[in-house]
């Protein structure tokens, strides 16, 4: 593992990555609105990628590494997430991805960045109780293959609210946090094996197949 301060418009943000010994894609994901780069999800793509040959690098935004207590306004996000991902100048196909808000912000710069693929981690698609103010065109404008991984009772956003045309993996009695109650459907631990599971298949699907080299 290793840690890399970077410059931003908005401070220094910070990259941890975990390199794959013979990587075949890199997946740069970013954090949400009140929580760092040390959750459950994203904890568990970092030790289960690389050794499949996706480096991962998480990426720490600048109001965090700062210490504030919650997230700078989405302009700030996209641009510090934009100066990370020029700053790694990967060689293998690039997957930008993150949770929450950090899953909005990868949507909105996919396609400038030039990524290969999109990855959301509970997306919001909407403002608790509030399903009338979608955020789906932001989704939309990623304009890039995208996974979006979703708890079956996210307040801001259920499986069944995406439309069919977004490639939705549901995880059963998870909430936006992708944490399941003890008295879940399924363990935990079970909930992060399909998080894994269906980010590498997809993967390979989408990015590392033969029109995944290309895209790349």
């Not at 069919?164 to 998870?174: F, H, I, L, N, R």
């Not at 894994?196 to 993967?203: G, K, P, Q, Y």
Request: proline fraction near 10%; aromatic fraction near 4%.
């Amino acid at each position: 593992m290793t840690e890399q301060m970077i410059a931003t418009p908005y401070g220094d943000g910070r990259l941890v990555t975990r390199r794959a010994r013979k990587p075949v894609a890199t997946l740069l994901l970013s954090h949400g609105a009140g929580n760092g780069i040390d959750t459950p999800d994203l904890e568990a793509l970092t030790q289960a990628l690389p050794p499949q040959g996706i480096t991962v690098v998480r990426f720490e935004q600048p109001w965090k590494v700062a210490g504030r207590p919650v997230a700078s306004p989405p302009k700030t996000l996209d641009v510090a997430l934009t100066e990370a991902a020029n700053w790694m100048r990967v060689r293998t196909p690039m997957v930008v991805g993150g949770r929450s808000a950090g899953a909005r912000s990868a949507a909105r710069t996919a396609r400038s960045l030039g990524a290969a693929g999109c990855l959301c981690l509970a997306f919001p698609l909407h403002p608790p109780g509030k399903p009338e103010k979608s955020r789906l065109d932001e989704l939309k404008g990623a304009r890039v293959p995208t996974l979006v991984v979703q708890g079956e009772r996210d307040p801001m956003g259920r499986p069944e609210e995406f439309p069919e045309s977004v490639d939705v993996v549901p995880v059963p009695g998870a909430d936006h946090s992708l944490k399941v109650g003890a008295r879940g459907p399924i363990s935990q631990d079970d909930a992060l094996a399909i998080l894994v599971e269906s980010t590498l298949e997809w993967l390979v699907r989408e990015i590392v197949g033969p029109a995944g080299r290309t895209r790349g």
